[in-house]
């Protein structure tokens, strides 16, 4: 066989051992059809994904991947990293030129912020050429907070002023705001040592770790106490070493790290609470980084009581992890940084 | 068979030319080939300027090109042309530094550059620098000298390669 033909046999199958079906179509597991008959009238999911015109769109899906419809639908843009405000209402993500390749690590520079209806509608662009990078939702959805180099700037949206500026710490990516209000969690810099998932107190800008080594892509729970995270571990032998990245959580202190999901052989990301912490959305891909430079990665929603789940064979996480549950988990198709909202959605019901 | 002998006189003005011929190539060599690295570029940018030497490279550089860093390096200021520096060892931070310095700049640190093709410990830099790192680059810093250091990290703007 010529090498170029093997090697593409070898990714596709390597690619399809990471996915999985289309939106909707379970795996072949009672359990997960019980899962998807619940959560299918659980509000709705934000996602991004590649559209018939090759570019990247915004699309929105019930949790169980059913009523999936493209909200942007742009041909001349690339739309990326939907959230919707904690109230339901509005939608921010980032819009880059048509043709870009989004970045894995630096989507939150590129491009600008657009704010838009829930169902995409009234999209508005909000900054200048990345002007508020990392924009991430206040509580109410009145606020935005940014990182900038010079640090973590507070914007009011009604009026496009920063109200308070901030030390970021040494944070330099991935900016979440607690749903209470009172933290940011982000990757940054500490003690001389990079991607480490970390928490700051927003009235004190004291800044503690919650969880060191090849950590990145924290989100919060809903309890505002408790962080989601990525984390490749030390120690595997897969890739020379390399390893796979799973999904992790630890309380906001940096105690009680304990694995959510993972698997060996595709690595995790983008992890996300449902609204009500029951259940926990993130992506697989066998490409680090979650496959935003391709076509994403295979989208999954698992109860947040099964964790820690470990899917597929993966011996070399089971020996270190040897109590897991192996709960069911319903594969969602493809897409990347997926957001949850158990608003109902006007024009979309 | 033996070449016939010249006579002497004409053998040392040979010998002289020679010598002389010798010595032209050699300092033409040498002409070419230093270089103090100055040009528009790291004359302007940054708040700072200085030709230093790179005295150490602590440890490796990660080798993954899924993600940016930048790493710190420590380095023996030679001569300051521009602004100050606090002391006479400083430490600056270089963004993917496995990349040639004319090819690095993306969207994360947009305007760097030089013509520094490769770090090596003993090499000399002229850069132009900003400090603190945090108010110029924001991504991940790999740092080997954290807990024996309490000096800002300069960012690396500008580095063009010296030759003495």
Redesign the interface.
């Known amino acids: 066989m010529p090498r170029p033909v093997g090697w593409i046999v070898i990714s596709v199958i390597l690619v399809m051992a990471c996915s999985a079906g289309r939106a909707g179509e379970p795996e072949q597991d009672e359990r997960v059809g019980q899962i998807m008959e619940v959560v299918r009238t659980k509000g709705w999911i934000a996602y991004s994904a590649r559209s018939d015109n090759g570019t990247w769109d915004l699309f929105l899906s019930r949790p169980d991947g059913s009523r999936s419809r493209n909200i942007t639908n742009t041909s001349n843009y690339e739309e990326a990293a939907p959230r919707f405000s904690r109230d339901g209402k509005k939608l921010l993500y980032r819009q880059l030129a048509g043709g870009s390749t989004i970045?894995?690590?630096?989507w939150g520079?590129?491009g600008r912020l657009v704010i838009a209806g829930p169902d995409g509608a009234n999209p508005a662009v909000v900054d200048q050429d990345?002007q508020w990078s990392w924009a991430t939702w206040s509580p109410d959805g009145k606020q935005i907070a940014c990182?900038?180099?010079?640090g973590i700037q507070i914007v009011e949206l009604a009026t496009g002023r920063v109200v308070r500026s901030m030390d970021?710490e040494?944070i330099?990516?991935q900016l979440f705001w607690s749903p209470d209000g009172q933290w940011f969690c982000g990757t940054a810099?500490h003690?001389?040592t990079?991607?480490t998932v970390a928490r700051m107190n927003i009235a004190t800008g004291k800044l503690n770790v919650v969880h060191k080594f090849q950590s990145c892509t924290p989100d919060w729970f809903p309890d505002s106490k408790h962080v989601i995270f990525s984390s490749r571990p030390p120690g595997q032998t897969a890739s020379r070493g390399y390893g796979w990245t799973q999904l992790w959580m630890a309380d906001g202190e940096g105690t009680g790290s304990q694995l959510v999901y993972g698997e060996d052989g595709c690595h995790v990301y983008g992890g996300v609470l449902s609204p009500d912490g029951k259940y926990v959305l993130f992506t697989k891909s066998l490409r680090?980084?979650g496959g935003a430079e391709r076509s994403g990665g295979t989208m999954c929603l698992m109860r947040f009581s099964d964790a820690p789940t470990i899917g597929g064979e993966s011996k070399e996480l089971r020996e270190k992890h040897r109590h897991t549950k192996d709960g069911p988990v319903l594969e969602l198709g493809q897409g990347w940084e997926p957001s949850w909202t158990y608003e109902e959605i006007g024009s979309t019901q | 068979m033996m070449p016939a002998a010249r006579p002497v006189k004409l053998r040392r003005h040979v010998s002289l030319l020679g010598l002389l011929l010798l010595a032209g190539v050699g300092c033409a060599s040498c002409a070419s080939q230093t270089d103090p690295g100055e040009d528009p570029e790291v004359t302007t940018r940054g708040s700072v300027e200085v030709t230093a030497r790179l005295v150490e490279i602590r440890g490796e550089f990660p080798d993954n090109a899924?993600?940016?860093?930048a790493f710190v390096m420590k380095y023996e200021v030679l001569q300051t042309h521009r602004g100050e520096v606090d002391s006479d060892v400083i430490y600056v931070g270089h963004y993917n530094p496995r990349k040639p310095r004319a090819t690095v700049a993306?969207?994360?640190a947009r305007d760097i550059g030089g013509n520094l093709d490769q770090f090596r410990a003993g090499d000399v830099h002229r850069m132009a620098l900003e400090t603190p790192i945090?108010?110029?680059?924001?991504?991940?810093?790999?740092?080997?000298?954290?807990?024996e250091k309490s000096d800002a990290i300069y960012w690396a703007v500008w580095t063009n390669r010296v030759v003495e």
Do not use: A, C, S, T
């Open positions: 970045n894995h690590d630096r520079f590129q990345g990182l900038i180099p010079r970021r040494g330099y990516q810099n003690l001389g990079m991607w680090d980084g | 899924n993600y940016d860093y993306d969207q994360r945090d108010d110029y680059f924001m991504g991940g810093i790999v740092d080997k000298y954290f807990e």
